[in-house]
Every structure is written in C-alpha cells, then in structure tokens.
C-alpha cells in the first residue's frame, strides 16, 4: 500500500519532545567525554569515526562520560533553517503546492519546508516571502535588492528599488534567545506562539483561507484594449470575498494581478477573468492563487515554518562552587541523556552538574606539586594479589583531588569488548578503596608521579579548608573516596556527537548546541 508520512506529525514530534524537556516529568543532561580518543583510533582528531547505535556502544559511551549538565526549560527551542538575508540573492517564495513534480525554482525543494521562502534581516526579524519576482519572463524569481525591515502587518514591497518582492512579516526574535539558540545553521521559533502577547498581533491580524498572492505566470495575448484597469475582478474557489485588480499592459497582455479584497475561507481558488469583464482574447492568460496556510499566514508558525526541528543548548562552564568539568584532559564526544538515575539510586538525577567519575583525596609529602599525566594508569593494591586500576581524567595540586576512570580495558577487555588472553590485572574492574585488606594499603600508584601518596581515609565532606581559604570539591567524599554522581547505564542516551578533541583549561566554556531533526 502507498502511504507517507506527512511533515506535520514530524512537526507533532517536535513539539511533544519540546513538552517533554520542558516538564518536570522527564529530565535531560549533556555529557562530555572520551578523554582518551586518541587510544581508540590514532587519527581520530582528523577523521572522527560516526558513533554506533547498538547496545554494545551505548554501554561504552557511559564508560567514557565525564561530568553532565542539566538542561533546563530555558535550554530548549524550536528551531528553523537560516536563511539570512542578502542583497543579490534570490529566494523561493511561499507556494501551497510544491513537490517532486513541481519543486521549488531557487532551492530545488519538493516541499514547502525544504524551500527557502523566509529569510532573516540584520535586525532578528523573520519574514516570508510572498512573491520573489516571478513573472513569466522570470519564472524562477528575481535578486532580492531591498532588506525587509518594516512590521507592518499586512505585507508589502520593502523599497523602491522594484525588485517584485512581497514580504510578510512574522516574528522578532527575542534578545535573550540569540546567544543561546541563534547558530550558523538554525533560527529559533517563540514556542508560546499561541499565547504570547509579543506575537499577538501579527497571531490576531491572520484570516483563515485570506488570499495574498496571485501569479502571472502566462499573461496572455489579444486581452482587448491595451492599458484597461479592471477593478474587482472576482476570485472564486470554496470561499468568498476575495478579488483583484488586473491591468492590461500595451501589448494587451496582463501586466500585473494585485489582490484587492483579500476574503476569506479558500483552499482553492482561482481568478474568473471572465465574471471580472476581460476578454478570454486569443491566448487565455494563465493567473495563480497562492492559498495561505490554515488559519492564515502568521496564525500557526509552526505549520508555517515547518518547526521540525529542536535547538538543546549547553554550556561547559568550570564553576569554583561545583567544579565537575574536569581541565587539563581532552573531551572528543558530546551527547544526550533522557533520565539518568542519582548515583546508588532509583530515583532520578536533579543535580544542575554532575559528575561521572570517581575521585580520590591524596595526601603525603608532595601532593601540592604532584603532576599526574592524562590518562594514564594508576593503581592500588586492595588486598594480596588484588588490583584496583584507573585512567587520570585530571588532577588538582590545590586540594589533592585524583579524578579517575575506569572502563571495559580495566577488566581485561578491549575498547570493543573483546577478552584480552592474561591479562594484567585480571578480569575483574576493582574499585579503589579506603577499606584495603589484608595485604593491600592506601597508596596509589603509577600516573608518572614518584611521590608516595595515599588515599586519604581521614576525610569526608565537600569542601576542604586549606590555608584559610575553602576549596569546594564537586563530590562527596566519604573517608578519602567520591563516588560518581550520576548511576552508570541508566537513562537513555539519545545523542551521540564524536568531535575532534578538545583539551579544557581552566578558563575555558563550551557552548554546546545539539540540533535534533525530526
């Protein structure tokens, strides 16, 4: 059976996800991770590998995760294609009926959406195009010269340079909502378009079925006498009201077509050339109603625009009260989670930031000048013949605190998961501990450090004070020993970014923007 699937259910999809974030139902993070890209592939850096969706991968993208954001109602937008305006470029123009068989002239689009009928200005103001200059002689449209600036809510001609574009005016976007959700790519949409009192006159002046637009696109020949003005030409369809105004150019041909009653209620329409009093002459001329999308232009944006699309934004900020984002180690690999768990709980994580690996409180002789190297192995003996190993995710010489990782290459299997024969630590992820057994101690060892530190079993707590001054740890410690913040393999990872690595310094943020297409 032939059947599609419409753009507005992607649309619908859109929007509930949209309500989904913006509930207190469900909660969403973005992670950074994978400090240690270059072990998994040399080249990683130039050519990034495209992640995989398998279980298999999912469980090792959680290995590699390093500190989560939360992203809050605030964080959230319906998004749109940029398409910024500039003098000398030609744009698609809205048309009710693109597809394959007639797809849009600039773009090549077989559908509204896919077609560049809006445009941005300098000023953050959106407008649709209504008519691009088509005319039979330029079927295809004509270079925009004059920068719609107006907010006029009717549409109209930007200037005077007669370049034959109509704009209508939509929306201004909010100052607040540039930085977070203006990217190279994507505009954001007001998602309170319905309710919004910003937007409701441009919402309130929209008339269901009105008609804006009429193309000439064959104008005829032998249409009577030349020069003749034919007033309230009617337009007939399945509503009512609507008429133009018609004039005959020299060569009694149609010259233009401007709508003069706009009415109201049209799916379809066309002009009655022969109710209005002209001539159907040698050739009938050819004249196209453009019917306006339900509710009217400016009613529903949208259906509109085509708001398939939702902009998450993140930003990776070091934070001396809550210092989760590590520095000093690379990240390669951003995503999403839908609903991680508290760490050691079945309840969900609310934390703002969080952390997803352990780390260890050091002290002994030298822990202030300590330099441990990124991602390499430290280990302690837990008891006789029992290992604890990790990788350094970073270190801080200020309070002593070791943040590690431990992934599937700790129990004796590489990055895909395969068995290592013997190998050096044995099959069993052991965890580091303030509780060794017999034959096992407190030291750590390994990291290219030569000093001899240990775990330090004496502390628990958040924050420590250090020559008068309190440093906050980002971690509970309970006797030298943070868990990680957030339950491992739990929630839903529904983004997956690898991206060229990316080495954090102290003073560093990252603007995350995640572009979701439905």
């Not at 309230?232 to 150019?249: M, S």
């Not at 958040?462 to 393999?489: C, M, W």
Request: charged share 15%; hydrophobic share 35%.
């Amino acid at each position: 059976m032939a059947a599609i699937i419409t753009d507005q259910i992607r649309i619908l999809s859109a929007r509930n996800f949209l309500a989904g974030v913006t509930t207190t139902t469900n909660s969403y993070y973005s992670f950074m991770g994978l400090p240690n890209s270059s072990d998994i592939q040399s080249d990683w850096d130039n050519n990034p590998p495209s992640p995989i969706d398998s279980f298999n991968d999912e469980n090792n993208f959680w290995e590699t995760i390093i500190a989560l954001k939360k992203i809050s109602s605030g964080d959230v937008k319906l998004v749109v294609p940029k398409n910024t305006w500039n003098s000398g470029n030609t744009y698609d123009m809205y048309r009710h009926d693109y597809s394959v068989s007639n797809t849009a002239p600039v773009s090549g689009a077989t559908s509204l959406y896919g077609a560049s009928y809006f445009v941005l200005n300098s000023d953050y103001r959106v407008y649709i195009c209504l008519q691009n200059g088509n005319t039979p002689e330029t079927p295809n449209g004509s270079p925009s010269l004059d920068e719609p600036k107006f907010t006029d809510l009717e549409p109209r001609t930007a200037g005077s340079s007669g370049d034959g574009y109509i704009w209508k005016y939509l929306y201004t976007i909010n100052p607040s909502d540039i930085v977070k959700f203006d990217s190279t790519n994507y505009i954001p949409v007001p998602d309170d378009w319905e309710t919004s009192s910003t937007n409701s006159a441009v919402r309130d002046n929209a008339v269901d079925g009105s008609i804006k637009t009429v193309v000439v696109s064959n104008r005829g020949t032998s249409l009577g006498s030349a020069g003749v003005v034919y007033t309230k030409v009617p337009i007939n369809g399945d509503g009512t009201g609507a008429e133009c105004t018609v004039t005959i150019n020299n060569d009694s041909q149609v010259d233009s077509v401007v709508v003069s009653n706009q009415g109201s209620g049209y799916t379809y329409a066309n002009v009655d050339i022969v109710a209005g009093g002209i001539p159907t002459g040698t050739t009938r001329p050819v004249l196209e109603v453009m019917i306006p999308p339900q509710g009217g232009h400016g009613f529903n944006i949208f259906r509109e625009l085509g708001t398939r699309n939702i902009l998450l934004y993140s930003r990776f900020e070091n934070d001396n009260q809550n210092p989760d984002f590590i520095t000093g180690n690379q990240i390669a690999r951003i995503g999403l989670i839908e609903n991680p768990k508290a760490f050691g709980s079945v309840s969900g994580l609310t934390l703002d930031k969080a952390s997803a690996v352990q780390a260890l409180r050091l002290t002994g002789i030298g822990y202030s000048s300590a330099t441990f190297e990124a991602d390499s192995f430290i280990t302690q003996n837990i008891s006789t013949g029992t290992t604890a190993v990790g990788k350094v995710v970073n270190y801080d010489q200020a309070t002593g605190v070791l943040k590690i990782w431990q992934d599937r290459s700790m129990s004796g299997f590489n990055t895909v998961g395969v068995a290592i024969t013997n190998p050096e630590y044995g099959f069993v992820r052991n965890k580091f501990t303030a509780s060794p057994g017999s034959g096992g101690s407190l030291r750590v060892y390994g990291g290219g450090v030569v000093e001899e530190l240990t775990i330090n079993d004496t502390f628990t707590g958040v924050s420590t004070v250090i020559n008068n001054r309190t440093y906050y740890l980002g971690q509970s410690f309970v006797n030298g020993i943070a868990s990680p913040e957030v339950e491992k393999d739990s929630g839903s990872i529904i983004y997956v970014d690898n991206r060229p690595s990316v080495t954090r310094s102290v003073n560093q943020k990252e603007d995350i923007k995640v572009i979701l297409q439905f």
